[in-house]
């Protein structure tokens, strides 16, 4: 079963737009992590955000804030002020504890292009 | 900030051959290493999880004795692509995390692999 689903393969925007990138999830562990991911055609995978499954606040880093709704299972990455090296591919991740083998999942991506 | 290293970068090879990639945390002493393989377009897959002195464990549908890992030590563990064909081209990307808590996994730059 999908744990993680990110229904957009693909994304424009402007830039100095705001930009959501859409991640749910899927788990019965009461103790996870939710991350996203940037890779640049490069390859490297770049960390930007970390939410925890029992924080109280949404996660904020610089540009990037993660919208955590626990109860309908979401974790979409919102990119304010859009710039034009956030082109990249963007993946959210989950860590479950101990009944997911404190494994990382991917979902399938989105890919963000940003225009001038 | 944590530092994985991956070597090599690039790998290009006949078939036949047995290619053996490294996966170093510079900084730090990672407990837990992952091995991702990502074919073109597409998400990280995980296909093995290991612990520093024991056996990795295998996701389903990953051959062991096709992918050969070792963890022999806290900062470093190898995979061995043996006897590699062109079907075993891919990306493959490593990763490392201190403990078991909440941090995020760093990643290595990934190695690029061709079987010719």
């Known amino acids: 079963a999908q744990k993680i689903t990110q229904t957009q393969p693909g994304m424009f925007v402007q830039e100095k737009e705001a930009v959501t990138l859409d991640c749910t999830y899927d788990t019965s562990d009461p103790s996870y992590g939710l991350f996203w991911y940037k890779q640049p055609s490069s390859g490297e995978m770049i960390f930007l955000i970390y939410q925890g499954s029992y924080d109280q606040q949404n996660a904020t880093e610089g540009r990037y804030s993660l919208n955590f709704q626990k109860a309908r299972k979401s974790a979409n990455l919102v990119i304010s002020a859009s710039q034009l090296g956030d082109s990249a591919m963007y993946f959210c991740a989950m860590r479950e504890g101990a009944t997911g083998g404190f494994k990382t999942i991917f979902g399938a991506g989105t890919r963000l292009f940003v225009k001038a | 900030g944590a530092v994985v290293s991956q070597h090599p970068s690039w790998v290009i090879c006949k078939s036949g051959t047995s290619v053996k990639i490294e996966c170093r945390s510079l900084?730090?002493?990672?407990?837990?290493m992952f091995w991702y393989r990502q074919f073109p377009k597409q998400s990280l897959m995980l296909m093995a999880t290991?612990?520093?002195?024991?056996?990795?464990?295998?996701e389903q549908g990953v051959e062991k004795d096709k992918f050969l890992i070792n963890h022999a030590s806290l900062t470093l563990s190898t995979l061995t692509v043996t006897s590699a064909h062109p079907e075993d081209s891919s990306f493959y990307i490593c990763?490392?995390?201190?403990?078991?808590?909440?941090?995020?996994?760093?990643f290595g730059d990934g190695t690029r692999l061709s079987i010719l």
């Open positions: 900084d730090f002493q990672a407990t837990t």
């Open positions: 290991s612990n520093e002195g024991s056996k990795a464990t295998y």
């Open positions: 990763s490392a995390r201190e403990g078991e808590g909440p941090q995020p996994q760093h």
